[in-house]
């Protein structure tokens, strides 16, 4: 059973906006559709996210590497990968209103008359027949504007792994089963985008290729849907609010033998956060038919040569970013008020520490700015001086900074100060000297959201 929860989509989109997160983007113009801007906070809390997703992949294994490919490849790509035919939404024109739906999903629709009904529901809906739209934003090479000219904006980040797959059978003398991995932005032209950052035309992946002996593929499907599920758990999301959802044969996409989906219990409902598929050997053969050149895999000792199947772990920056701030949001009453809390793993916290002064004399502002310099060596920390001590800790508790040190007169004779914990609340006298080392063990400590136990 799932926790019951304070957390709205509306509160997240006023929480980031508020706290400078994350934004529509071009607002001074007017904001373009479904385009969000990541402010000083949002920066910090998705580079941690994608930093704990390369921490799991690079550091803590040693069969996978890493690759940032060009975002523009070669249009023959997009033909290979089966995109251009097939990478196409059902889309319906509305002859009255004007509006534009996904044939499939009328039903998450809204017609563009009053009363608001579903589309083709209401008395002058007037639908076009279904007709397939390619999701690929498309521009141009160079100075002239003809057929040879035509690229595409990747719609993945999974292909420039392809491309690149014989390149590091030489140079980084891996053999299957290995992975490669990369993080980068993909775009694509969504009919119905929405949701604040869950679903963009512009967006981040974090995707990694894990090629295997075909025999092998079954064996690291399951491996990579429980390890990723997991990476998710040790980051601080409630299971309960996660699930792995496999998918029925007429979701699978074309090059798909078996997906299954960690989905995640938005405010908006259960959503796909990543999907885990088993793409067989669909890329490689048909890149190196596409190519002509030969992306086997040959054993020299043995001599056995295969195209390797791939296993596919593909999630999103934004939606896992959205995910950890959904889960984190709580409310809760200090001294009669409600107080606004991230309760973020420490780990993917934006600010590490706030150093504040209890007063602006005395000696204390100095002391915290000896102490912001020390740390800043090892952390992500903040300096605030402005407003009384209780609204700092407000401000810091709804950005989820997990600890914040006060300087007060007792600092200044006997260099000690106290450390407020976001979530317990606790304040623990610690020495200066042994600060940087105290955060850090608390960084490092198992976490578990407060959540759990009830909220
Ligand atoms: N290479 C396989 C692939 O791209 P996908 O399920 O289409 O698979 C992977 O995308 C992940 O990328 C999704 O699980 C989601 O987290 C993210 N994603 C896809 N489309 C998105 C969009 N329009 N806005 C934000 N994130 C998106």
Redesign the pocket.
């Known amino acids: 059973m799932a926790t019951p929860d304070v957390v709205t989509m509306d509160k997240i989109v006023s929480l980031s906006k508020r706290r400078g997160f994350i934004f529509p983007s071009s607002e001074i113009y007017g904001g373009i559709g479904s385009s969000y801007d990541y402010g000083h906070y949002g920066v910090l809390l998705k580079n941690n996210v994608k930093a704990e997703w390369w921490r799991s992949l690079l550091r803590e294994r040693d069969d996978v590497v890493a690759l940032d490919s060009a975002i523009i490849q070669h249009p023959r790509t997009w033909e290979a990968s089966g995109h251009i035919a097939g990478f196409t939404d059902p889309l319906v024109d509305c002859r009255t209103c004007k509006r534009r739906y996904r044939a499939d999903k009328l039903e998450d629709g809204q017609c563009g008359e009053k009363p608001s009904k579903r589309p083709g529901e209401g008395p002058n809906c007037d639908l076009t027949e279904a007709r397939n739209f390619n999701l690929m934003f498309q521009t141009t090479v160079g100075p002239v504007q003809d057929e040879g000219s035509t690229v595409f904006l990747r719609p993945?980040t999974?292909q420039g792994i392809f491309l690149n797959f014989k390149h590091y059978l030489q140079f980084a003398r891996k053999k299957p089963p290995f992975g490669i991995a990369q993080v980068g932005k993909s775009f694509?032209n969504?009919i119905t985008?929405g949701n604040f950052?869950?679903?963009?035309?512009e967006?981040e992946?974090m995707?990694m290729e894990f090629f295997v002996p075909p025999a092998e593929a079954d064996k690291w499907y399951d491996f990579w849907k429980q390890a990723r599920f997991d990476w998710y758990v040790k980051l601080g999301i409630r299971p309960d609010h996660l699930r792995l959802r496999p998918h029925d044969a007429d979701e699978l996409s074309h090059y798909s033998s078996a997906t299954s989906d960690v989905e995640y219990l938005y405010p908006i409902g259960w959503q796909?956060?990543?999907?885990i598929?088993n793409r067989g050997d669909f890329d490689l053969s048909q890149h190196a038919e596409y190519s002509r050149q030969n992306l086997e895999y040959v054993d020299t000792a043995s001599g056995e040569r295969y195209l390797p199947y791939v296993i596919?772990p593909?999630?999103?920056a934004?939606?896992a970013t959205l995910a950890f701030l959904c889960d984190a949001y709580d409310e809760d009453e200090i001294e009669g008020e409600t107080r606004t809390v991230l309760r973020l793993h420490p780990a993917l916290a934006p600010v590490k520490a706030a150093v504040l002064p209890l007063v602006k004399k005395d000696g204390q502002p100095e002391v915290a700015r000896e102490i912001v310099a020390a740390l800043r060596e090892r952390l992500q920390v903040e300096y605030d001086e402005g407003g009384a001590i209780g609204r700092r800790y407000r401000r810091q508790d709804e950005i989820g900074t997990p600890w914040s040190i006060t300087v007060d007169h007792q600092s200044l004779d006997d260099r000690t100060v106290t450390v407020r914990d976001r979530d317990s609340l606790q304040q623990d006298r610690v020495a200066v000297d042994a600060l940087a080392d105290e955060l850090e063990r608390r960084l490092r400590a198992p976490w578990r959201s407060p959540k759990l136990n009830g909220g």
């Open positions: 993945e999974a694509r969504e985008p950052v869950f679903r963009m035309r967006f992946q995707e796909e956060l990543e999907g598929a596919e593909a999630a999103g934004d939606r």
